[in-house]
Protein backbone atom coordinates (compact mmCIF):
# COMPACT_ATOMS: atom_id res chain seq x y z
CA UNK A 1 0.00 0.00 0.00
CA UNK A 2 1.69 3.15 -0.77
CA UNK A 3 1.60 6.05 1.46
CA UNK A 4 -0.47 9.62 1.21
CA UNK A 5 2.76 10.95 0.78
CA UNK A 6 4.07 9.11 -2.02
CA UNK A 7 0.89 9.21 -3.65
CA UNK A 8 0.49 12.94 -3.97
CA UNK A 9 4.49 12.94 -4.95
CA UNK A 10 3.38 10.76 -7.79
CA UNK A 11 0.66 12.73 -8.85
CA UNK A 12 2.74 16.04 -8.98
CA UNK A 13 5.62 13.91 -10.77
CA UNK A 14 2.52 12.81 -13.25
CA UNK A 15 1.98 16.53 -13.85
CA UNK A 16 5.48 17.88 -14.19
CA UNK A 17 5.98 15.21 -16.84
CA UNK A 18 3.20 16.85 -18.90
CA UNK A 19 4.20 19.69 -18.25
CA UNK A 20 7.64 19.97 -18.87
CA UNK A 21 8.83 16.78 -20.26
CA UNK A 22 8.65 18.01 -23.54
CA UNK A 23 10.17 21.57 -23.31
CA UNK A 24 13.71 20.95 -22.81
CA UNK A 25 15.18 21.88 -25.67
CA UNK A 26 17.54 19.36 -28.24
CA UNK A 27 20.63 20.34 -28.18
CA UNK A 28 22.90 19.81 -30.82
CA UNK A 29 25.39 22.59 -30.74
CA UNK A 30 28.51 22.09 -28.48
CA UNK A 31 30.16 24.23 -26.15
CA UNK A 32 33.38 24.15 -24.20
CA UNK A 33 34.22 27.52 -23.30
CA UNK A 34 32.51 30.84 -22.98
CA UNK A 35 33.53 32.06 -26.27
CA UNK A 36 31.41 29.67 -27.76
CA UNK A 37 27.98 31.30 -26.75
CA UNK A 38 29.00 34.36 -28.12
CA UNK A 39 26.74 33.50 -31.17
CA UNK A 40 23.10 34.83 -32.53
CA UNK A 41 20.13 32.97 -31.48
CA UNK A 42 21.92 31.90 -28.04
CA UNK A 43 19.91 33.14 -24.93
CA UNK A 44 22.27 33.87 -21.90
CA UNK A 45 20.19 34.63 -18.93
CA UNK A 46 20.72 37.32 -16.26
CA UNK A 47 19.74 38.64 -13.19
CA UNK A 48 18.39 42.15 -14.30
CA UNK A 49 20.48 45.06 -13.68
CA UNK A 50 24.13 43.26 -12.52
CA UNK A 51 27.22 42.98 -13.34
CA UNK A 52 26.53 39.26 -14.73
CA UNK A 53 24.91 41.51 -17.30
CA UNK A 54 27.78 43.53 -18.35
CA UNK A 55 29.86 40.78 -18.70
CA UNK A 56 27.01 39.35 -20.91
CA UNK A 57 27.43 41.96 -23.13
CA UNK A 58 31.03 42.26 -23.37
CA UNK A 59 31.89 38.20 -23.64
CA UNK A 60 28.64 37.37 -25.25
CA UNK A 61 27.50 40.76 -27.57
CA UNK A 62 25.99 38.38 -30.59
CA UNK A 63 23.96 36.48 -27.98
CA UNK A 64 20.25 37.33 -26.43
CA UNK A 65 20.35 38.59 -23.35
CA UNK A 66 17.28 37.41 -20.76
CA UNK A 67 16.64 38.53 -17.45
CA UNK A 68 15.44 37.69 -14.72
CA UNK A 69 14.48 38.41 -10.86
CA UNK A 70 15.90 35.12 -8.99
CA UNK A 71 18.53 33.01 -9.48
CA UNK A 72 16.26 29.90 -9.25
CA UNK A 73 14.50 31.39 -12.30
CA UNK A 74 17.15 31.60 -14.32
CA UNK A 75 17.61 27.87 -14.04
CA UNK A 76 14.42 26.95 -14.75
CA UNK A 77 14.91 29.21 -17.96
CA UNK A 78 18.03 27.08 -18.42
CA UNK A 79 16.46 23.42 -17.34
CA UNK A 80 13.63 23.64 -19.49
CA UNK A 81 16.06 25.52 -22.86
CA UNK A 82 14.45 28.14 -22.70
CA UNK A 83 18.12 30.00 -22.14
CA UNK A 84 21.91 28.69 -23.27
CA UNK A 85 23.65 29.67 -20.69
CA UNK A 86 22.61 31.63 -17.04
CA UNK A 87 25.25 34.20 -15.49
CA UNK A 88 25.57 34.12 -11.67
CA UNK A 89 28.12 34.94 -8.76
CA UNK A 90 29.85 31.48 -8.45
CA UNK A 91 28.46 30.83 -4.52
CA UNK A 92 25.26 30.67 -6.03
CA UNK A 93 26.25 28.66 -8.76
CA UNK A 94 28.17 25.63 -6.84
CA UNK A 95 24.86 25.19 -4.49
CA UNK A 96 22.49 24.67 -7.73
CA UNK A 97 24.77 21.78 -9.21
CA UNK A 98 24.37 19.62 -6.04
CA UNK A 99 20.50 19.70 -6.99
CA UNK A 100 20.57 19.56 -10.65
CA UNK A 101 23.02 17.22 -12.11
CA UNK A 102 22.24 17.54 -15.83
CA UNK A 103 23.46 21.29 -15.45
CA UNK A 104 27.61 22.26 -15.89
CA UNK A 105 29.99 25.07 -14.84
CA UNK A 106 31.84 26.56 -17.34
CA UNK A 107 36.02 26.35 -15.68
CA UNK A 108 36.12 30.09 -16.94
CA UNK A 109 35.34 33.23 -14.41
CA UNK A 110 34.53 36.26 -15.82
CA UNK A 111 35.64 38.97 -13.55
CA UNK A 112 34.64 39.98 -10.44
CA UNK A 113 31.69 40.53 -8.44
CA UNK A 114 31.82 43.54 -5.59
CA UNK A 115 29.26 42.75 -3.21
CA UNK A 116 27.96 45.64 -0.78
CA UNK A 117 25.72 47.60 2.03
CA UNK A 118 23.48 49.94 0.17
CA UNK A 119 22.03 52.96 2.21
CA UNK A 120 20.15 56.39 1.50
CA UNK A 121 22.20 59.24 -0.61
CA UNK A 122 21.87 61.53 2.56
CA UNK A 123 22.95 58.65 5.52
CA UNK A 124 26.95 59.24 4.75
CA UNK A 125 27.04 58.55 9.05
CA UNK A 126 25.95 55.37 8.90
CA UNK A 127 27.78 54.17 5.59
CA UNK A 128 31.13 55.59 6.95
CA UNK A 129 29.82 52.93 9.63
CA UNK A 130 29.72 50.23 7.95
CA UNK A 131 33.30 51.03 5.80
CA UNK A 132 35.19 51.16 9.32
CA UNK A 133 33.37 47.83 10.35
CA UNK A 134 34.44 46.37 7.07
CA UNK A 135 37.44 47.70 6.84
CA UNK A 136 38.01 46.26 10.78
CA UNK A 137 37.04 42.27 9.90
CA UNK A 138 39.14 42.45 7.23
CA UNK A 139 41.94 43.17 9.05
CA UNK A 140 41.12 40.77 12.15
CA UNK A 141 40.51 37.86 10.19
CA UNK A 142 36.36 37.59 10.86
CA UNK A 143 35.94 38.29 6.92
CA UNK A 144 38.19 35.34 6.08
CA UNK A 145 36.68 33.36 8.50
CA UNK A 146 32.82 34.05 7.39
CA UNK A 147 34.27 33.17 3.86
CA UNK A 148 35.64 29.79 4.70
CA UNK A 149 32.19 29.32 6.43
CA UNK A 150 29.50 30.41 4.19
CA UNK A 151 31.42 30.22 0.80
CA UNK A 152 33.95 27.76 0.75
CA UNK A 153 32.04 25.19 2.29
CA UNK A 154 28.51 24.09 2.29
CA UNK A 155 26.04 24.28 5.23
CA UNK A 156 27.53 26.83 7.59
CA UNK A 157 26.52 27.01 11.00
CA UNK A 158 25.42 30.45 12.60
CA UNK A 159 28.15 31.03 15.78
CA UNK A 160 26.28 32.44 18.66
CA UNK A 161 25.88 36.14 18.35
CA UNK A 162 23.45 38.11 20.60
CA UNK A 163 22.22 41.24 20.09
CA UNK A 164 23.96 44.24 21.62
CA UNK A 165 21.67 44.83 25.58
CA UNK A 166 21.31 48.65 25.31
CA UNK A 167 21.45 50.14 22.26
CA UNK A 168 21.72 53.51 20.85
CA UNK A 169 18.93 53.29 18.02
CA UNK A 170 16.96 50.25 16.07
CA UNK A 171 17.41 49.97 12.31
CA UNK A 172 15.41 47.77 9.51
CA UNK A 173 17.43 45.97 7.79
CA UNK A 174 16.42 44.68 4.05
CA UNK A 175 17.24 41.45 2.82
CA UNK A 176 16.23 38.59 0.29
CA UNK A 177 16.57 35.51 2.35
CA UNK A 178 16.09 33.53 -0.99
CA UNK A 179 20.21 33.50 -1.94
CA UNK A 180 22.00 30.74 -0.61
CA UNK A 181 24.69 30.88 0.71
CA UNK A 182 24.55 35.02 1.47
CA UNK A 183 21.03 35.12 3.16
CA UNK A 184 18.39 32.60 3.58
CA UNK A 185 15.92 30.49 5.48
CA UNK A 186 16.86 27.33 7.80
CA UNK A 187 14.37 25.68 10.03
CA UNK A 188 12.43 29.08 9.77
CA UNK A 189 15.29 31.52 10.53
CA UNK A 190 17.30 33.42 8.50
CA UNK A 191 21.00 32.20 8.35
CA UNK A 192 24.11 33.28 5.78
CA UNK A 193 26.77 35.39 5.44
CA UNK A 194 25.19 38.41 5.28
CA UNK A 195 22.97 37.86 8.85
CA UNK A 196 26.10 36.93 10.36
CA UNK A 197 27.29 40.21 8.74
CA UNK A 198 24.45 41.69 10.09
CA UNK A 199 24.88 40.59 13.59
CA UNK A 200 28.42 41.54 13.80
CA UNK A 201 27.47 44.81 12.91
CA UNK A 202 25.36 45.73 15.31
CA UNK A 203 27.49 44.63 17.59
CA UNK A 204 30.14 46.88 16.32
CA UNK A 205 27.94 49.73 16.21
CA UNK A 206 25.58 48.98 19.28
CA UNK A 207 22.53 49.18 17.39
CA UNK A 208 19.12 46.61 17.22
CA UNK A 209 17.87 45.82 14.77
CA UNK A 210 14.35 44.22 12.53
CA UNK A 211 15.44 42.25 9.08
CA UNK A 212 12.65 42.26 6.41
CA UNK A 213 12.60 40.29 3.25
CA UNK A 214 11.35 41.27 -0.17
CA UNK A 215 12.40 41.02 -3.77
CA UNK A 216 15.35 42.88 -5.06
CA UNK A 217 13.46 44.71 -7.45
CA UNK A 218 11.41 46.41 -4.54
CA UNK A 219 14.42 46.85 -2.48
CA UNK A 220 15.82 50.18 -3.40
CA UNK A 221 12.32 52.18 -4.00
CA UNK A 222 12.09 50.59 0.16
CA UNK A 223 15.41 52.33 1.35
CA UNK A 224 14.48 55.68 -0.41
CA UNK A 225 10.65 55.62 0.71
CA UNK A 226 12.24 54.67 4.15
CA UNK A 227 11.08 51.39 4.91
CA UNK A 228 14.26 50.16 5.60
CA UNK A 229 17.68 52.10 7.10
CA UNK A 230 19.98 49.77 5.13
CA UNK A 231 20.42 46.85 2.58
CA UNK A 232 22.65 43.97 3.64
CA UNK A 233 21.74 41.20 0.80
CA UNK A 234 23.84 40.00 -1.17
CA UNK A 235 23.56 43.41 -3.35
CA UNK A 236 26.47 43.66 -6.46
CA UNK A 237 27.77 47.67 -6.86
CA UNK A 238 26.73 49.11 -10.72
CA UNK A 239 27.86 52.39 -11.10
CA UNK A 240 24.03 53.36 -12.15
CA UNK A 241 22.78 51.86 -9.10
CA UNK A 242 25.65 53.82 -7.82
CA UNK A 243 23.75 57.28 -9.05
CA UNK A 244 20.25 56.65 -6.27
CA UNK A 245 22.25 55.48 -3.13
CA UNK A 246 25.28 55.24 -1.48
CA UNK A 247 27.53 51.98 -1.68
CA UNK A 248 29.82 50.68 0.96
CA UNK A 249 33.07 49.37 0.47
CA UNK A 250 33.11 45.75 -1.04
CA UNK A 251 32.43 43.59 2.01
CA UNK A 252 32.96 40.08 0.11
CA UNK A 253 34.32 39.57 -3.61
CA UNK A 254 33.13 36.65 -5.64
CA UNK A 255 33.05 35.63 -9.58
CA UNK A 256 30.79 35.74 -11.92
CA UNK A 257 30.32 31.87 -13.59
CA UNK A 258 28.48 30.64 -16.34
CA UNK A 259 25.56 27.44 -16.14
CA UNK A 260 24.74 25.51 -19.01
CA UNK A 261 23.23 22.44 -19.73
CA UNK A 262 25.26 19.06 -19.41
CA UNK A 263 23.76 17.86 -23.04
CA UNK A 264 25.72 20.83 -24.70
CA UNK A 265 28.81 20.50 -22.99
CA UNK A 266 31.71 19.09 -24.86
CA UNK A 267 34.86 19.65 -22.23
CA UNK A 268 36.29 17.69 -20.10
CA UNK A 269 33.66 17.20 -17.00
CA UNK A 270 36.44 16.14 -15.00
CA UNK A 271 38.22 19.81 -15.28
CA UNK A 272 34.64 21.80 -14.64
CA UNK A 273 34.91 23.18 -10.90
CA UNK A 274 31.89 21.49 -8.73
CA UNK A 275 31.01 19.04 -11.26
CA UNK A 276 32.54 16.69 -8.33
CA UNK A 277 29.53 17.37 -5.77
CA UNK A 278 27.38 16.99 -8.90
CA UNK A 279 27.93 13.26 -9.92
CA UNK A 280 28.02 12.62 -6.12
CA UNK A 281 24.38 13.74 -5.72
CA UNK A 282 23.28 11.61 -9.04
CA UNK A 283 24.29 8.47 -6.18
CA UNK A 284 21.43 7.13 -4.64
CA UNK A 285 18.62 9.08 -7.49
CA UNK A 286 17.02 5.86 -8.65
CA UNK A 287 14.07 5.74 -10.73
CA UNK A 288 11.84 8.78 -11.70
CA UNK A 289 9.69 8.29 -8.70
CA UNK A 290 12.48 8.18 -6.14
CA UNK A 291 13.38 11.22 -7.53
CA UNK A 292 10.02 12.71 -6.95
CA UNK A 293 10.00 11.16 -3.77
CA UNK A 294 12.98 13.34 -2.89
CA UNK A 295 11.68 16.37 -4.20
CA UNK A 296 8.69 15.85 -2.12
CA UNK A 297 10.52 15.54 1.00
CA UNK A 298 13.05 18.19 0.20
CA UNK A 299 9.92 20.69 -0.15
CA UNK A 300 7.72 19.87 2.27
CA UNK A 301 9.26 17.31 5.10
CA UNK A 302 13.01 18.51 5.18
CA UNK A 303 13.14 22.03 7.99
CA UNK A 304 9.42 20.60 8.33
CA UNK A 305 9.29 23.27 4.87
CA UNK A 306 5.48 22.29 4.88
CA UNK A 307 4.82 24.99 8.07
CA UNK A 308 6.16 27.82 5.41
CA UNK A 309 3.62 26.84 2.83
CA UNK A 310 0.89 26.12 5.55
CA UNK A 311 2.06 29.89 6.92
CA UNK A 312 1.50 31.51 3.19
CA UNK A 313 -1.56 29.92 2.90
CA UNK A 314 -2.92 31.03 5.55
CA UNK A 315 -1.34 34.91 5.00
CA UNK A 316 -3.26 34.48 1.22
CA UNK A 317 -6.25 33.13 2.49
CA UNK A 318 -6.70 36.27 5.29
CA UNK A 319 -6.06 39.02 2.34
CA UNK A 320 -8.57 37.20 -0.14
CA UNK A 321 -11.27 36.92 2.34
CA UNK A 322 -10.65 40.56 4.08
CA UNK A 323 -10.59 42.36 0.59
CA UNK A 324 -14.01 40.27 -0.66
CA UNK A 325 -15.03 41.69 2.59
CA UNK A 326 -14.14 45.31 2.47
CA UNK A 327 -14.00 45.52 -1.31
CA UNK A 328 -17.90 44.50 -1.60
CA UNK A 329 -18.72 47.14 0.90
CA UNK A 330 -16.91 49.40 -0.71
CA UNK A 331 -18.12 48.12 -3.96
CA UNK A 332 -21.88 48.77 -2.93
CA UNK A 333 -20.83 52.38 -1.66
CA UNK A 334 -19.12 53.19 -5.48
CA UNK A 335 -22.33 51.45 -6.92
CA UNK A 336 -24.96 53.73 -5.26
CA UNK A 337 -22.00 57.18 -6.23
CA UNK A 338 -22.37 55.64 -9.96
CA UNK A 339 -26.23 55.38 -9.71
CA UNK A 340 -26.59 58.74 -7.81
CA UNK A 341 -28.71 61.49 -9.72
CA UNK A 342 -26.20 64.20 -8.93
CA UNK A 343 -23.69 64.13 -11.86
CA UNK A 344 -20.65 65.41 -9.72
CA UNK A 345 -20.94 62.52 -7.53
CA UNK A 346 -21.58 59.62 -10.51
CA UNK A 347 -18.82 61.74 -12.17
CA UNK A 348 -16.57 60.86 -9.10
CA UNK A 349 -17.63 57.33 -9.56
CA UNK A 350 -16.64 56.59 -12.56
CA UNK A 351 -13.52 58.39 -12.31
CA UNK A 352 -12.25 55.77 -9.14
CA UNK A 353 -13.84 52.84 -11.19
CA UNK A 354 -11.76 54.01 -14.61
CA UNK A 355 -8.61 54.97 -12.64
CA UNK A 356 -8.53 51.57 -10.86
CA UNK A 357 -9.09 49.53 -13.97
CA UNK A 358 -6.78 51.18 -15.42
CA UNK A 359 -3.51 50.06 -13.27
CA UNK A 360 -2.25 47.16 -12.65
CA UNK A 361 -2.83 45.61 -9.31
CA UNK A 362 0.99 45.38 -8.88
CA UNK A 363 1.43 49.46 -9.16
CA UNK A 364 -1.52 49.87 -7.19
CA UNK A 365 0.26 47.86 -4.19
CA UNK A 366 3.64 49.92 -4.75
CA UNK A 367 2.12 52.91 -4.20
CA UNK A 368 0.78 52.64 -1.44
CA UNK A 369 3.58 51.15 0.46
CA UNK A 370 6.22 53.22 -0.86
CA UNK A 371 4.42 56.27 -1.73
CA UNK A 372 0.87 56.78 0.25
CA UNK A 373 2.13 55.04 3.60
CA UNK A 374 6.12 55.56 3.46
CA UNK A 375 5.93 57.30 6.66
CA UNK A 376 3.35 54.84 8.46
CA UNK A 377 4.67 51.87 10.68
CA UNK A 378 1.85 49.83 9.47
CA UNK A 379 1.74 46.15 8.65
CA UNK A 380 2.29 45.16 4.66
CA UNK A 381 -0.61 42.44 5.11
CA UNK A 382 -3.02 45.85 5.99
CA UNK A 383 -1.76 47.46 3.28
CA UNK A 384 -2.33 44.81 0.40
CA UNK A 385 -5.94 44.38 2.13
CA UNK A 386 -6.49 48.25 1.57
CA UNK A 387 -5.29 47.33 -1.92
CA UNK A 388 -7.13 45.11 -3.08
CA UNK A 389 -10.09 46.14 -1.62
CA UNK A 390 -9.93 49.51 -3.78
CA UNK A 391 -8.79 47.63 -6.78
CA UNK A 392 -11.86 44.79 -6.02
CA UNK A 393 -14.78 47.91 -5.47
CA UNK A 394 -13.78 49.19 -8.74
CA UNK A 395 -15.22 45.70 -10.45
CA UNK A 396 -17.91 45.04 -7.59
CA UNK A 397 -19.41 48.00 -8.38
CA UNK A 398 -19.96 47.58 -12.43
CA UNK A 399 -21.33 44.08 -11.47
CA UNK A 400 -23.87 45.29 -8.45
CA UNK A 401 -24.76 48.38 -11.56
CA UNK A 402 -25.29 45.94 -14.43
CA UNK A 403 -27.31 43.68 -12.24
CA UNK A 404 -29.56 45.84 -10.70
CA UNK A 405 -29.78 47.50 -14.33
CA UNK A 406 -31.22 44.62 -15.23
CA UNK A 407 -34.00 44.31 -13.34
CA UNK A 408 -37.36 44.74 -14.64
CA UNK A 409 -38.89 48.75 -13.88
CA UNK A 410 -42.43 47.34 -13.89
CA UNK A 411 -42.17 45.57 -10.56
CA UNK A 412 -40.22 48.57 -8.86
CA UNK A 413 -43.42 50.62 -9.94
CA UNK A 414 -45.69 48.30 -8.87
CA UNK A 415 -44.17 48.36 -5.69
CA UNK A 416 -44.05 51.49 -5.04
CA UNK A 417 -48.32 51.74 -6.09
CA UNK A 418 -48.33 49.15 -3.77
CA UNK A 419 -47.05 52.04 -0.86
CA UNK A 420 -43.59 50.57 -0.76
CA UNK A 421 -40.47 52.69 0.01
CA UNK A 422 -37.74 53.21 -2.13
CA UNK A 423 -35.22 51.18 0.23
CA UNK A 424 -37.65 48.79 1.10
CA UNK A 425 -38.49 47.77 -2.69
CA UNK A 426 -34.58 47.64 -3.29
CA UNK A 427 -34.18 45.23 -0.56
CA UNK A 428 -37.51 42.90 -1.54
CA UNK A 429 -37.69 43.73 -5.01
CA UNK A 430 -34.59 44.47 -6.52
CA UNK A 431 -31.64 42.79 -4.32
CA UNK A 432 -33.00 39.44 -4.46
CA UNK A 433 -33.27 39.23 -8.48
CA UNK A 434 -30.55 41.15 -8.95
CA UNK A 435 -28.18 38.94 -6.55
CA UNK A 436 -28.98 36.20 -9.86
CA UNK A 437 -27.10 38.06 -12.26
CA UNK A 438 -24.29 39.10 -9.69
CA UNK A 439 -23.04 36.24 -7.96
CA UNK A 440 -21.98 34.29 -11.38
CA UNK A 441 -19.43 36.82 -11.98
CA UNK A 442 -18.94 38.16 -8.84
CA UNK A 443 -17.58 34.07 -8.21
CA UNK A 444 -15.38 34.98 -11.50
CA UNK A 445 -13.89 38.41 -10.25
CA UNK A 446 -13.10 37.21 -6.62
CA UNK A 447 -11.52 33.91 -8.16
CA UNK A 448 -9.21 36.49 -10.22
CA UNK A 449 -8.64 38.41 -6.71
CA UNK A 450 -7.45 35.05 -5.09
CA UNK A 451 -4.63 34.55 -7.68
CA UNK A 452 -3.60 38.15 -8.34
CA UNK A 453 -2.41 37.86 -4.38
CA UNK A 454 0.70 36.30 -5.83
CA UNK A 455 2.11 39.41 -6.45
CA UNK A 456 2.10 41.01 -2.48
CA UNK A 457 5.40 39.72 -2.42
CA UNK A 458 6.96 42.99 -3.77
CA UNK A 459 5.83 44.78 -0.98
CA UNK A 460 7.38 42.67 1.99
CA UNK A 461 4.41 40.21 2.07
CA UNK A 462 5.20 36.39 2.96
CA UNK A 463 2.51 34.67 0.55
CA UNK A 464 1.75 31.66 -0.63
CA UNK A 465 4.03 32.29 -3.76
CA UNK A 466 6.82 33.82 -1.68
CA UNK A 467 7.02 30.90 0.74
CA UNK A 468 7.40 28.72 -2.41
CA UNK A 469 9.87 30.66 -4.03
CA UNK A 470 11.80 30.84 -0.60
CA UNK A 471 11.70 26.86 -0.38
CA UNK A 472 13.06 26.83 -4.04
CA UNK A 473 15.80 28.93 -3.27
CA UNK A 474 16.72 26.45 -0.60
CA UNK A 475 16.11 23.01 -2.61
CA UNK A 476 17.47 24.34 -6.10
CA UNK A 477 14.18 22.44 -7.90
CA UNK A 478 13.08 24.45 -10.64
CA UNK A 479 9.87 22.94 -11.25
CA UNK A 480 8.55 21.07 -8.27
CA UNK A 481 7.47 23.37 -5.65
CA UNK A 482 5.89 25.62 -8.62
CA UNK A 483 3.67 22.90 -9.69
CA UNK A 484 2.73 22.00 -6.06
CA UNK A 485 1.85 26.00 -5.88
CA UNK A 486 -0.16 25.95 -8.81
CA UNK A 487 -1.94 22.87 -7.19
CA UNK A 488 -2.53 24.55 -3.98
CA UNK A 489 -3.91 27.33 -5.60
CA UNK A 490 -6.66 25.16 -8.06
CA UNK A 491 -7.81 23.26 -4.54
CA UNK A 492 -8.06 26.27 -2.44
CA UNK A 493 -9.90 28.22 -5.87
CA UNK A 494 -12.10 25.30 -6.60
CA UNK A 495 -13.32 25.22 -2.70
CA UNK A 496 -14.41 29.00 -2.73
CA UNK A 497 -16.07 27.95 -6.29
CA UNK A 498 -18.08 25.46 -4.37
CA UNK A 499 -18.95 27.48 -1.44
CA UNK A 500 -20.16 30.48 -3.33
CA UNK A 501 -21.82 28.09 -5.77
CA UNK A 502 -23.61 27.14 -3.16
CA UNK A 503 -24.89 30.24 -2.28
CA UNK A 504 -25.18 31.12 -5.93
CA UNK A 505 -27.94 28.19 -5.69
CA UNK A 506 -29.74 29.97 -2.19
CA UNK A 507 -30.21 33.29 -3.74
CA UNK A 508 -31.34 31.61 -7.33
CA UNK A 509 -35.62 30.34 -6.89
CA UNK A 510 -35.22 28.53 -9.83
CA UNK A 511 -32.28 26.76 -8.61
CA UNK A 512 -33.09 25.42 -5.08
CA UNK A 513 -35.33 22.82 -4.11
CA UNK A 514 -38.78 24.22 -3.78
CA UNK A 515 -40.81 23.05 -0.79
CA UNK A 516 -44.94 23.11 -1.51
CA UNK A 517 -46.91 23.96 1.96
CA UNK A 518 -49.93 21.19 1.61
CA UNK A 519 -48.16 18.23 -0.25
CA UNK A 520 -47.27 15.32 1.41
CA UNK A 521 -44.52 13.35 0.29
CA UNK A 522 -46.69 9.87 -0.24
CA UNK A 523 -43.81 7.69 1.02
CA UNK A 524 -43.50 9.84 4.24
CA UNK A 525 -45.04 7.78 7.34
CA UNK A 526 -47.88 8.49 9.35
CA UNK A 527 -46.16 9.65 12.43
CA UNK A 528 -43.87 12.18 10.22
CA UNK A 529 -47.13 13.42 8.60
CA UNK A 530 -48.48 14.31 12.04
CA UNK A 531 -45.54 15.76 13.22
Excluded at 59 to 70: G, K, L, N
Excluded at 169 to 174: F, V
Aim: glycine share 6%.
Amino acid sequence: MLSKSRIFALLIGLLVMLLSGGCAAQDEAKISSTSDLNQAGYIIGVPEGTPPEEVAKEYMPDAEISYFTQFIDGVAALKSGKATAVIYDSSGVDRILLSNPDLVKLPEELGNIEIATVVGLNNTALNDQVNAFIKQIHQDGTADEMVTRWIDNIGGVMPDISKPQNPDKKLTIITNGMTEPMNYYENGELTGYDIEFIKRFANYANFDYEIITMDYAAMIPALQSGKGDIIISDFFKTDERGQEVLYSDAYVVLHNSVLVRKSMYSGSIENVAGTVATNQSQTGTGSFFASLQDSFNKTFIVEDRYKLVLEGLWTTIVISMLSLFFGSLLGALICAMRKSRLKIVSGLAIVYIRLIQGVPIVLTLMILYYILFASVDIDPILIAVVGFSINFAAYAAEIFRTAIDATDKGQLEAAYALGFTRVSSFFKVTLPQALRHILPIFKGEFISMVKMTSVVGYIAIQDLTKMTDIIRSRTFDAFFPLFVTAFIYFVITYLFIIVLGKIEVQVDPKRRKRVIKGIVDPEASVTEVVK
